[in-house]
């Protein structure tokens, strides 16, 4: 099974969907959470999946995501070889997030 790539303007179109929206993932570090995020998601620093795995929903879409999609990518492999099936990464991250849906997010 290959990961999923999604990119920010299909997470937003998503978004706005009715219906149960995808559990989006944060898998930055705290002082990046709270300097910008997407409002809704779950923050729960990269290094903390594996002894927080139980609070993740695998019956439900999740949407992994970080600054660039790198480490995004990295815990959305892991979490496939945890057997989580619905898993998808954001491509490019909150940086094209807040370059293509979001301008007014702060950057860094």
């Known amino acids: 099974m290959s990961l999923r790539e999604m990119t920010p303007t299909e997470l937003q179109q998503w978004l ?9 993932l944060d898998v930055r570090e705290g002082h990046e959470f709270r300097f910008c995020h997407i409002k809704g998601s779950l923050h729960i620093p990269m290094n903390e ?8 929903d695998r019956d439900r879409e ?10 995004s990518r990295m815990v959305a492999d892991y979490l496939c070889s945890q057997r989580y099936e619905q898993v998808i990464n954001l491509s490019g991250g909150i940086e094209a997030w807040a370059r293509t849906v ?3 997010m702060p950057r860094y």
């Not at 706005?16 to 989006?24: A, D, F, N, S, V």
């Not at 999946?49 to 993740?56: D, F, H, N, T, W």
Request: with cysteine.
């Open 49 to 56: 999946i594996p002894v927080r795995l139980g609070e993740l």
């Open 16 to 24: 706005e969907q009715p219906g149960t929206p995808p559990l989006m």
């Open 102 to 104: 979001d301008p007014a």
């Open 62 to 71: 999740i949407v992994v995501l970080c600054h660039h999609g790198v480490r």
